[in-house]
Protein backbone atom coordinates (compact mmCIF):
# COMPACT_ATOMS: atom_id res chain seq x y z
CA UNK A 1 0.00 0.00 0.00
CA UNK A 2 2.86 2.52 0.91
CA UNK A 3 4.86 1.30 -1.72
CA UNK A 4 1.95 2.23 -4.27
CA UNK A 5 1.58 5.39 -2.87
CA UNK A 6 5.27 5.92 -2.89
CA UNK A 7 5.47 5.47 -6.95
CA UNK A 8 2.33 7.40 -7.21
CA UNK A 9 3.68 10.44 -5.37
CA UNK A 10 7.28 10.02 -7.50
CA UNK A 11 5.59 9.57 -10.79
CA UNK A 12 3.45 12.65 -9.94
CA UNK A 13 6.29 14.73 -8.60
CA UNK A 14 8.18 13.69 -12.02
CA UNK A 15 5.50 14.67 -13.91
CA UNK A 16 5.94 18.11 -12.18
CA UNK A 17 9.42 18.38 -12.74
CA UNK A 18 8.30 17.86 -16.88
CA UNK A 19 6.31 19.94 -16.93
CA UNK A 20 8.62 22.98 -15.28
CA UNK A 21 11.44 21.96 -17.59
CA UNK A 22 9.41 22.67 -20.67
CA UNK A 23 8.56 25.77 -19.09
CA UNK A 24 12.16 26.75 -19.24
CA UNK A 25 13.00 25.61 -22.67
CA UNK A 26 9.75 26.98 -23.86
CA UNK A 27 11.20 30.48 -22.15
CA UNK A 28 14.36 30.01 -24.10
CA UNK A 29 13.27 28.66 -27.33
CA UNK A 30 10.27 30.78 -28.26
CA UNK A 31 10.87 34.01 -30.43
CA UNK A 32 8.91 36.56 -28.22
CA UNK A 33 7.12 38.02 -25.05
CA UNK A 34 3.86 36.93 -25.71
CA UNK A 35 4.73 33.38 -26.54
CA UNK A 36 7.19 33.20 -23.79
CA UNK A 37 4.51 33.90 -21.48
CA UNK A 38 2.89 30.80 -22.59
CA UNK A 39 5.71 28.81 -21.02
CA UNK A 40 6.31 31.07 -18.59
CA UNK A 41 2.83 31.13 -16.95
CA UNK A 42 1.30 28.09 -17.94
CA UNK A 43 3.08 24.18 -17.50
CA UNK A 44 5.17 26.09 -14.41
CA UNK A 45 1.63 26.38 -12.71
CA UNK A 46 1.13 22.49 -13.99
CA UNK A 47 4.30 21.80 -12.16
CA UNK A 48 3.35 23.28 -8.81
CA UNK A 49 0.17 22.11 -8.56
CA UNK A 50 1.64 18.27 -9.68
CA UNK A 51 4.32 18.72 -6.43
CA UNK A 52 1.12 19.98 -4.81
CA UNK A 53 -0.73 17.03 -5.70
CA UNK A 54 2.53 14.54 -4.22
CA UNK A 55 2.80 16.50 -1.10
CA UNK A 56 -0.95 16.16 -0.81
CA UNK A 57 -0.78 12.85 -1.34
CA UNK A 58 1.39 12.04 1.40
CA UNK A 59 0.28 14.81 4.01
CA UNK A 60 -0.74 13.93 7.38
CA UNK A 61 -3.17 16.44 9.13
CA UNK A 62 -6.18 17.53 6.93
CA UNK A 63 -5.38 21.29 7.71
CA UNK A 64 -2.03 20.72 5.59
CA UNK A 65 -3.57 19.93 2.71
CA UNK A 66 -6.07 22.92 3.18
CA UNK A 67 -2.41 25.48 3.18
CA UNK A 68 -1.99 23.32 -0.56
CA UNK A 69 -5.37 24.49 -1.63
CA UNK A 70 -4.48 27.73 -0.42
CA UNK A 71 -1.42 27.80 -2.37
CA UNK A 72 -2.88 26.45 -5.47
CA UNK A 73 -6.17 28.57 -5.10
CA UNK A 74 -3.24 32.03 -5.10
CA UNK A 75 -1.13 30.73 -8.23
CA UNK A 76 -4.18 30.04 -10.09
CA UNK A 77 -6.01 33.56 -9.32
CA UNK A 78 -2.75 35.76 -9.31
CA UNK A 79 -0.61 33.93 -12.18
CA UNK A 80 -2.75 34.39 -14.84
CA UNK A 81 -2.95 38.08 -14.00
CA UNK A 82 0.73 38.56 -13.77
CA UNK A 83 0.63 37.01 -17.15
CA UNK A 84 -1.87 39.63 -17.96
CA UNK A 85 0.21 42.82 -17.16
CA UNK A 86 3.44 41.67 -18.43
CA UNK A 87 1.18 41.29 -21.87
CA UNK A 88 -0.37 43.94 -21.96
CA UNK A 89 3.05 46.03 -21.40
CA UNK A 90 4.83 43.88 -24.38
CA UNK A 91 2.41 44.88 -26.46
CA UNK A 92 1.61 48.43 -25.09
CA UNK A 93 5.49 48.78 -25.36
CA UNK A 94 5.31 47.64 -29.13
CA UNK A 95 7.52 44.43 -28.05
CA UNK A 96 5.48 41.97 -30.08
CA UNK A 97 7.01 40.59 -33.52
CA UNK A 98 4.30 41.48 -35.86
CA UNK A 99 5.95 38.42 -38.19
CA UNK A 100 4.99 35.66 -35.67
CA UNK A 101 1.52 36.91 -35.84
CA UNK A 102 -0.98 35.54 -38.89
CA UNK A 103 -3.59 38.28 -37.54
CA UNK A 104 -4.12 40.34 -35.13
CA UNK A 105 -6.81 42.27 -34.04
CA UNK A 106 -6.09 44.04 -31.49
CA UNK A 107 -3.71 46.81 -33.33
CA UNK A 108 -6.51 46.37 -36.12
CA UNK A 109 -9.05 47.73 -33.55
CA UNK A 110 -6.54 50.32 -31.26
CA UNK A 111 -5.86 52.19 -34.94
CA UNK A 112 -9.53 52.75 -35.61
CA UNK A 113 -10.20 54.05 -32.13
CA UNK B 1 -32.60 41.75 0.17
CA UNK B 2 -31.29 42.44 4.16
CA UNK B 3 -30.03 39.09 4.00
CA UNK B 4 -28.62 39.54 0.45
CA UNK B 5 -26.66 42.21 2.33
CA UNK B 6 -25.60 40.96 5.29
CA UNK B 7 -24.15 38.15 3.11
CA UNK B 8 -22.10 40.42 1.16
CA UNK B 9 -20.61 41.95 4.41
CA UNK B 10 -20.28 38.74 6.35
CA UNK B 11 -18.81 36.28 3.41
CA UNK B 12 -15.60 37.84 2.74
CA UNK B 13 -15.26 38.37 6.83
CA UNK B 14 -15.94 34.48 7.13
CA UNK B 15 -13.76 33.67 4.10
CA UNK B 16 -10.78 35.25 5.54
CA UNK B 17 -10.64 34.00 8.91
CA UNK B 18 -10.95 30.67 7.01
CA UNK B 19 -7.93 31.91 5.20
CA UNK B 20 -6.06 33.04 8.81
CA UNK B 21 -6.62 29.12 10.23
CA UNK B 22 -5.04 27.60 7.06
CA UNK B 23 -2.35 29.90 7.63
CA UNK B 24 -1.75 28.86 11.25
CA UNK B 25 -2.00 25.39 10.30
CA UNK B 26 -4.56 24.69 13.19
CA UNK B 27 -7.67 25.26 14.11
CA UNK B 28 -8.75 26.47 17.89
CA UNK B 29 -10.99 29.07 19.46
CA UNK B 30 -8.18 31.74 19.50
CA UNK B 31 -7.07 31.17 15.78
CA UNK B 32 -10.69 31.40 14.70
CA UNK B 33 -11.32 34.64 16.58
CA UNK B 34 -8.29 36.56 15.81
CA UNK B 35 -9.39 35.26 12.18
CA UNK B 36 -12.74 36.94 12.38
CA UNK B 37 -10.93 40.10 14.12
CA UNK B 38 -8.31 40.62 11.05
CA UNK B 39 -11.11 39.67 8.70
CA UNK B 40 -13.34 42.75 10.04
CA UNK B 41 -10.72 45.00 10.28
CA UNK B 42 -9.74 44.39 7.09
CA UNK B 43 -13.36 44.54 5.25
CA UNK B 44 -13.46 47.72 7.47
CA UNK B 45 -10.38 49.13 6.03
CA UNK B 46 -10.68 48.63 2.55
CA UNK B 47 -13.86 48.64 1.26
CA UNK B 48 -14.10 46.88 -2.57
CA UNK B 49 -16.48 48.15 -5.04
CA UNK B 50 -19.51 45.24 -5.09
CA UNK B 51 -18.65 43.29 -8.54
CA UNK B 52 -20.89 40.11 -7.99
CA UNK B 53 -24.20 41.78 -8.76
CA UNK B 54 -26.74 39.53 -9.07
CA UNK B 55 -24.09 36.71 -9.83
CA UNK B 56 -25.78 33.46 -8.77
CA UNK B 57 -23.79 30.63 -7.71
CA UNK B 58 -24.35 26.82 -8.96
CA UNK B 59 -22.48 24.59 -7.22
CA UNK B 60 -23.29 21.81 -10.18
CA UNK B 61 -22.11 24.71 -13.02
CA UNK B 62 -19.08 25.16 -10.80
CA UNK B 63 -18.27 21.28 -10.66
CA UNK B 64 -18.39 21.34 -14.24
CA UNK B 65 -16.22 24.21 -14.91
CA UNK B 66 -13.96 23.01 -12.29
CA UNK B 67 -13.71 19.83 -13.60
CA UNK B 68 -13.65 20.94 -17.25
CA UNK B 69 -10.66 23.65 -16.03
CA UNK B 70 -8.56 20.76 -14.52
CA UNK B 71 -9.08 18.62 -18.10
CA UNK B 72 -8.31 21.14 -19.84
CA UNK B 73 -5.10 22.24 -18.59
CA UNK B 74 -3.61 18.87 -18.91
CA UNK B 75 -4.47 18.72 -22.53
CA UNK B 76 -3.28 22.17 -23.14
CA UNK B 77 -0.49 22.05 -21.01
CA UNK B 78 0.80 18.74 -23.07
CA UNK B 79 0.06 20.48 -26.17
CA UNK B 80 2.42 24.05 -25.11
CA UNK B 81 4.67 21.29 -23.63
CA UNK B 82 5.70 19.51 -27.04
CA UNK B 83 5.28 23.10 -28.79
CA UNK B 84 8.40 24.33 -27.05
CA UNK B 85 10.24 20.80 -27.26
CA UNK B 86 9.59 19.80 -31.06
CA UNK B 87 12.22 20.85 -33.02
CA UNK B 88 11.71 23.17 -36.00
CA UNK B 89 10.11 26.67 -36.28
CA UNK B 90 8.23 28.22 -33.32
CA UNK B 91 4.54 28.16 -33.30
CA UNK B 92 1.87 30.17 -35.67
CA UNK B 93 0.45 32.68 -33.18
CA UNK B 94 -2.35 35.47 -33.93
CA UNK B 95 -3.94 38.30 -31.92
CA UNK B 96 -7.55 37.46 -31.99
CA UNK B 97 -10.78 39.82 -30.69
CA UNK B 98 -13.04 37.63 -28.63
CA UNK B 99 -16.57 39.74 -28.16
CA UNK B 100 -18.18 38.49 -25.29
CA UNK B 101 -21.86 38.24 -25.01
CA UNK B 102 -22.05 38.82 -20.82
CA UNK B 103 -22.47 42.37 -19.52
CA UNK B 104 -21.37 41.27 -15.93
CA UNK B 105 -18.14 42.14 -15.02
CA UNK B 106 -17.55 39.28 -12.73
CA UNK B 107 -18.41 36.61 -15.76
CA UNK B 108 -16.27 38.86 -18.19
CA UNK B 109 -13.32 38.71 -15.35
CA UNK B 110 -13.98 34.88 -14.86
CA UNK B 111 -13.40 33.80 -17.98
CA UNK B 112 -10.59 36.01 -18.88
CA UNK B 113 -9.04 34.45 -15.49
CA UNK B 114 -9.08 31.43 -16.88
CA UNK B 115 -8.63 31.58 -20.10
CA UNK B 116 -5.04 33.54 -19.35
CA UNK B 117 -5.09 30.47 -16.92
CA UNK B 118 -4.83 27.67 -19.45
CA UNK B 119 -1.94 27.21 -21.61
CA UNK B 120 -1.99 28.03 -25.24
CA UNK B 121 -4.52 31.31 -24.67
CA UNK B 122 -3.46 35.12 -23.14
CA UNK B 123 -5.76 37.69 -22.73
CA UNK B 124 -3.68 40.87 -23.47
CA UNK B 125 -5.81 43.49 -23.52
CA UNK B 126 -9.74 43.83 -22.36
CA UNK B 127 -12.34 46.31 -23.23
CA UNK B 128 -15.00 46.28 -20.88
CA UNK B 129 -17.03 49.15 -22.84
CA UNK B 130 -17.65 46.63 -25.23
CA UNK B 131 -17.25 42.98 -23.31
CA UNK B 132 -14.31 42.45 -26.01
CA UNK B 133 -11.06 40.38 -24.78
CA UNK B 134 -8.09 40.61 -26.92
CA UNK B 135 -6.50 36.83 -26.75
CA UNK B 136 -3.05 36.10 -28.32
CA UNK B 137 -3.17 32.49 -29.39
CA UNK B 138 -0.15 29.99 -29.40
CA UNK B 139 0.21 27.78 -32.41
CA UNK B 140 -3.18 28.93 -34.37
CA UNK B 141 -3.13 25.71 -36.23
CA UNK B 142 -2.32 23.27 -33.85
CA UNK B 143 -5.80 24.46 -32.16
CA UNK B 144 -7.72 24.24 -34.91
CA UNK B 145 -8.05 27.44 -36.88
CA UNK B 146 -8.47 31.30 -35.50
CA UNK B 147 -12.79 30.19 -35.67
CA UNK B 148 -12.12 27.50 -33.51
CA UNK B 149 -9.81 29.31 -31.22
CA UNK B 150 -12.96 32.00 -30.80
CA UNK B 151 -15.21 29.50 -30.15
CA UNK B 152 -13.48 27.69 -27.44
CA UNK B 153 -13.39 31.31 -25.72
CA UNK B 154 -17.07 31.35 -26.38
CA UNK B 155 -17.81 27.99 -24.91
CA UNK B 156 -15.19 29.20 -21.85
CA UNK B 157 -17.91 31.93 -21.27
CA UNK B 158 -21.01 29.60 -21.56
CA UNK B 159 -19.18 27.47 -19.00
CA UNK B 160 -18.79 30.45 -16.52
CA UNK B 161 -21.73 31.42 -17.23
CA UNK B 162 -23.56 28.19 -16.30
CA UNK B 163 -21.32 28.33 -13.32
CA UNK B 164 -21.80 31.92 -11.58
CA UNK B 165 -23.81 33.95 -14.37
CA UNK B 166 -26.31 36.44 -13.84
CA UNK B 167 -29.78 35.79 -14.63
CA UNK B 168 -29.42 38.52 -17.26
CA UNK B 169 -26.44 36.44 -18.81
CA UNK B 170 -28.24 33.26 -18.75
CA UNK B 171 -31.39 34.69 -20.80
CA UNK B 172 -28.96 36.15 -23.51
CA UNK B 173 -26.11 33.58 -23.41
CA UNK B 174 -27.67 30.09 -22.96
Given at each position: MSVALDVLVAVVLLLGALFSLTAGVGLLRFPDTLARLHTGAKPQVIGLMATLLAIGLRAEAPLNIGILLLVATCQLMTAPVAAHMVGRAAYRSG??????????ELSRDLSES | MRVVTAMRVVAPVVGMAVIWILLWGNLSVANALSGLAVGLLVAALSRLPHVGAGARIRIGGCLRLLGWFALDMARSGTRVAWQALRPGPPPVNAVIAVALRTHSDLTMVFTALALSALPGSLVVEVRRSRQTLYVHVLGVDEQGGLDKARQDALDLEKRVIRAIGTADDRREVL
Open positions: RVRADLLIID | -
